[in-house]
């Protein structure tokens, strides 16, 4: 089954790491339905349409896109809804429009530090063969900051946060059946080696979301927090964020999480530790 369905108006489909397939999420209200980010390629996003047709919910009307990057939008035009986007979205979008898409222009872009190698590899896997007839989506619905859509019954909140992984980051917040679609907004700032996350940015992060009033919360590439689940992350995410502040280096911010803690950093909370340290490479915190 492509969907799972998580509340009785929602449903979401399992992120794949070949090819860096996100998750895709659908809320159904009672008038229209929502599709949540548009896919990595055609295929992606017509595996959940054509799931999305054997459920019992009004048409989907239009796509929320969680942030611009390719992964969450490139299958979007080929689901022929309109697109909801941020003007800092629309304008990473206008950006990638122009842009060619041939392993040459791929390379190039990576050589000159405006791709991720990350992403040239898993557009290389989800769109093999050089003629790629990759489809940039336009915005049908440009919107400030923040947008709220009634969907009849379930409200759909599509929310900026600020984080580490893009400027233009989004949730997806269905306020009545208390669940969250993170988009990709726990992860790393990719732009450039190595990546990194900053601290006090994480706490806010991670201190807003919880203060939202939900009981799911489902991250893009990784799998779903029930809020107790979501709660001990963040903790723990929280916990490392001092350790790392409060040191000169890696074997320093073991030192003070062993301290602060009472047990060993484990090889998880190491590559964390190590993820906010690489933040000051770049002078942030
Ligand atoms: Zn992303």
Redesign the pocket.
């Known amino acids: 089954m492509p969907v799972h369905p998580l509340t009785k108006r929602v449903w979401y489909s399992d992120p794949v790491a070949a090819g860096d397939r996100p998750v895709l999420g659908i809320a159904a209200g009672e008038r229209a339905s929502l599709l949540i980010d548009g896919g990595n390629s055609p295929a992606h996003v017509w595996e959940l349409l054509s799931a999305a047709k054997a459920l019992p919910i009004p048409p989907l009307s239009s796509i929320a896109l969680t942030?611009w990057?390719w992964?969450?939008c490139f299958g979007a035009v080929s689901a022929a809804l309109p697109v909801l986007a941020c003007q800092a979205t629309e304008r990473k979008l206008r950006w990638m429009r122009s842009l060619a898409w041939t392993d040459a222009a791929m390379e190039a872009r990576v050589a000159e530090g405006t791709e991720m190698e990350f992403c040239r590899a898993n557009i290389a896997i989800e769109w093999p063969g050089d003629d790629r007839k990759i489809e940039v989506p336009t915005a049908g619905r440009v919107y400030a900051d923040s947008l709220t859509l009634d969907l009849g019954g379930l409200t759909a909140r599509l929310l900026p946060v600020a984080c580490d992984?893009?400027p233009d980051c989004h949730v997806v917040q269905l306020v009545e059946d208390r669940v969250v679609f993170l988009?990709?907004c726990l992860?790393l700032n990719m732009d450039r080696q190595p990546w990194y996350r900053t601290t006090i940015s994480t706490r806010r992060l991670l201190e807003g979301l919880l203060a939202l009033d939900a009981d799911w919360y489902i991250p893009?590439h990784h799998g779903l927090y029930d809020r107790e689940a979501f709660r001990r992350y963040a903790e723990g995410m929280i916990r490392l964020s001092y350790a790392a502040e409060g040191a000169e280096d890696l074997p320093g911010a073991e030192r003070l999480y062993a301290a602060m803690t009472g047990r060993e950093a484990s090889d998880d909370d190491r590559e964390v530790l190590g993820e906010y340290l690489a933040a000051r490479q770049y002078g942030k915190r």
């Open positions: 942030h990057h992964d969450h992984h893009a988009g990709d992860y893009a």
